[in-house]
């Protein structure tokens, strides 16, 4: 069975097949700037797993060989692309599932650039909903 996703607003929907061969939780600069958040979750499949079944992403050149494929109306980030060191491979914003849960984290990765606040979130205090006082 295919896992679907898409990008916030719907103008990019996609579903892959298959196994995912990891799901790594990338704390790189690039990632946290792109998508704007601490840490960026991302698994990985050969890249002809991939389908995508509604709308056209729109690319983006981040590094030299990286290119990031994501929603031009939203701005959701969807897909990671780097034919130079991972050729023929597709890594998928795991957060953009219809089921986010659908595939666990397997391994944090870039952690030489992981914000050092980051080591220590699970110390946090924790509410379920939006908290009345802060």
């Given at each position: ?37 601490p840490m960026v979750g991302w698994t990985m ?30 701005g959701t980030g969807l897909f990671y692309v ?53």
């Amino acid at each position: 069975m295919p896992i679907t996703g898409g990008c916030h607003c719907g103008a990019i929907r996609y579903e892959v097949r298959g196994e995912a061969l990891t799901h790594a939780l990338c704390h790189c600069t690039d990632c946290r700037r792109h998508a704007g958040a601490p840490m960026v979750g991302w698994t990985m499949y050969p890249a002809t797993a991939l389908k995508v079944t509604k709308g056209t992403p729109r690319v983006y050149s981040s590094s030299e060989n990286g290119r990031r494929h994501f929603c031009s109306d939203c701005g959701t980030g969807l897909f990671y692309v780097n034919d130079a060191v991972l050729a023929g491979l597709v890594d998928i914003q795991s957060a953009t599932y219809d089921d986010p849960t659908a595939v666990p984290p397997r391994v944090h990765i870039q952690t030489a650039e992981r914000l050092p606040w980051m080591t220590r979130l699970h110390e946090l205090p924790e509410f379920e909903r939006y908290p009345s006082q802060l």
